[in-house]
């Protein structure tokens, strides 16, 4: 999944309707639903605040909804945006001052959609990836080297410590566990051991 860079708005103009995108971050329905409260407030004597979100690590909560257009044409084409584009925990509100000329269904469907792609576009999106937490253990004579090695290579190194033995951490796919566990006896000859800790989620440009 993907998620946006950061919060931002963008302004179309079409047939003198004026459509605001605004995009934020939400890490779950009660920030979604803030922001929306909040563009409401700031917007109050638009014609229509129109919203959708997606939400959760798989985008498995999606919300929307078109506030008085014409049924399908404003939420859904928004929705399916954010959908297509691959992100979550993204709320999107488009504000429409109407500016006296109708634009019919299709219209309205491609004036929504095409709100929220434009503003996607101008604040960005990262990637999210899920990568797993190794604790590498290796005695003081091996630390130095071995931190130095991985810190070289591919990986990241999240943090070293120094206790009975150096302990590195280190992120990874999952899909290179086992080719990790290879290098690292490549590496010290066997004499380094790890263990998974966990997992985490970062983001990185795609």
């Known amino acids: ?32 639903r803030a922001f929306i409260a ?60 109407f500016g006296g000329t109708k634009l019919g269904a299709g219209g309205l469907i491609r004036a929504y959609g095409g709100a929220v792609s434009a503003a996607v576009d101008r604040v960005g999106v990262l990637e999210r990836r899920r990568l797993l937490l190794v604790d590498v253990f290796a005695d003081y004579v091996l630390g130095g080297r071995l931190e130095s090695d991985l810190r070289d290579s591919s990986l990241t190194v999240r943090g070293v410590a120094y206790e009975d033995r150096v302990r590195i951490e280190v992120a990874l796919p999952e899909s290179d566990l086992d080719g990790f566990g290879l290098r690292l006896a490549e590496m010290t000859g066997g004499r380094a051991e790890f263990e998974v800790r966990g997992a985490t989620v970062v983001e990185v440009e795609p």
């Open 38 to 97: 909040e563009r409401r407030k700031e917007h109050w004597n638009a014609s229509h605040n129109c919203t959708a979100y997606v939400l959760g690590e798989d985008g498995g909560v999606q919300r929307s909804s078109d506030d008085g257009e014409p049924a399908g044409t404003a939420g859904v084409p928004m929705l399916e945006v954010l959908r297509h584009r691959g992100l979550t925990d993204t709320v999107a509100v488009v504000t429409r001052y």
């Open 1 to 32: 999944m993907r998620t946006i860079r950061r919060g931002g708005e963008h302004e179309l103009e079409i047939k003198r309707s004026r459509f605001v995108c605004a995009l934020a971050r939400a890490d779950g329905e009660d920030a979604a």
